[in-house]
């Protein structure tokens, strides 16, 4: 039984618009959890919150950085 798998054309045209989504979706991520913080007591939540966007903060440099280089 032969294949013809054949993988689909690498086509980049977009990946920077799609950096630059992802870029805006992380950032309304970030001020999301932000104004949760306002229904928390928990000291645990707090910084777990705090954590994860340093992470996205994070992210988001790397996602600028891919964008300098696809353009």
Known sequence: MTYNNKPKPD???DNAEK????IHD???NI???EES???TDSE???????E?????RESIDAFRSEIKDET
């Open 31 to 33: 001020e999301a959890a």
């Open 52 to 56: 994860k966007n340093e992470r996205r």
């Open 26 to 28: 992380t950032l309304e």
């Open 11 to 13: 086509d980049r045209s």
């Open 44 to 50: 645990t939540q707090r910084q777990q919150i705090a």
């Open 19 to 22: 950096l630059q989504s992802m």
């Open 37 to 39: 913080l306002a229904f």
